[in-house]
């Protein structure tokens, strides 16, 4: 039990060490996917199969873990871990199931390189681990009076940025159905900001740790931040360069009204 913890520690402390320099790093350089396609960074693979690989562990290893946690048959545990494992199953099946019909053409639609696809797995496997064994292990359920209603202020928080997230996904793999090459999405919070699916995902994870209430949770935010404000960042520089004057001008890169 005391070396779980260490590890667990251990593995806390690594997730808020890695986010500083994820956020420096992709401040001047971007994961060559999507927009920011180049080459130089070796194989590639499809697209729909790289998102099921790299995301696959959020779901198989927190159900490995789950049941051999301390509060396992706790109803608050259940509530809890599964908004997590919603998500999760969303973007691991759902999403690159849906890329997959509406490639017209995958020779040109990009390959994913698979060094960023194994980094991508290598953190799942980190915060899937910490999520789970929070939620399932060590948290202390009986002396959180507060349990109920953080969990549902943060359901609520978690639900609109899904929703956020995934109507946004799908208007911009809808615009890449048609084959014409990249163009201005419109529409909904597209009026407002360039990266509404980065939004809707830092909304979700704002949602998650006020329903944990922990440091894991927490964590995890503050990475999303990390890994995804400085994309959306730079997804706005890319449509103003390459839109010039066509591109609304009043749009913000991620955060509405501020950033």
């Known amino acids: 039990m005391a070396s779980d913890q260490n590890f667990f520690h251990n593995c806390l402390l690594s997730l808020y060490l890695i986010a500083p320099p994820t956020y420096i790093s992709l401040r001047f350089l971007q994961a060559p996917y999507g927009k920011h396609r180049?080459?130089?960074?070796g194989p590639t693979m499809s697209p729909p199969l790289a998102w099921f690989l790299m995301e696959s562990p959020t779901l198989w290893l927190t159900l490995l873990l789950f049941p051999s946690g301390l509060h396992s048959s706790n109803p608050k545990a259940l509530f809890l871990i599964v908004p997590f494992l919603f998500h999760y199953f969303h973007r691991t099946f759902l999403y690159p199931l849906r890329l997959c019909r509406n490639t017209t053409n995958p020779k040109t639609s990009g390959g994913f390189p698979?060094?960023?696809a194994l980094m991508a797995f290598g953190f799942?496997?980190?915060?899937?681990y910490l999520q789970a064994r929070w939620v399932s292990q060590y948290k202390d359920y009986?002396?959180?009076g507060w349990f109920w209603w953080r969990f549902c202020v943060g359901l609520v928080v978690f639900g609109y940025g899904m929703a956020v997230n995934i109507w946004s996904d799908r208007v911009l793999v809808g615009l890449k159905k048609e084959g014409k090459g990249y163009k201005v999405?419109?529409?909904?919070?597209?009026?407002?900001?360039s990266c509404p699916n980065y939004y809707g995902e830092i909304v979700e994870w704002l949602g998650w740790a006020v329903m944990t209430w922990s440091w894991a949770g927490l964590g995890f935010f503050l990475y999303t931040c990390a890994n995804?404000?400085?994309?959306?960042?730079?997804?706005?520089?890319?449509?103003l360069e390459k839109f010039g004057e066509d591109y609304p001008r009043g749009r913000k890169a991620v955060i509405p009204f501020l950033y």
């Open 228 to 239: 995804l404000v400085p994309r959306a960042r730079a997804n706005h520089k890319w449509y």
């Open 38 to 41: 180049r080459p130089g960074w």
């Open 124 to 128: 799942n496997l980190l915060n899937a």
């Open 114 to 116: 698979v060094s960023v």
């Open 142 to 144: 009986e002396a959180d």
């Open 185 to 193: 999405p419109k529409g909904g919070w597209f009026e407002l900001v």
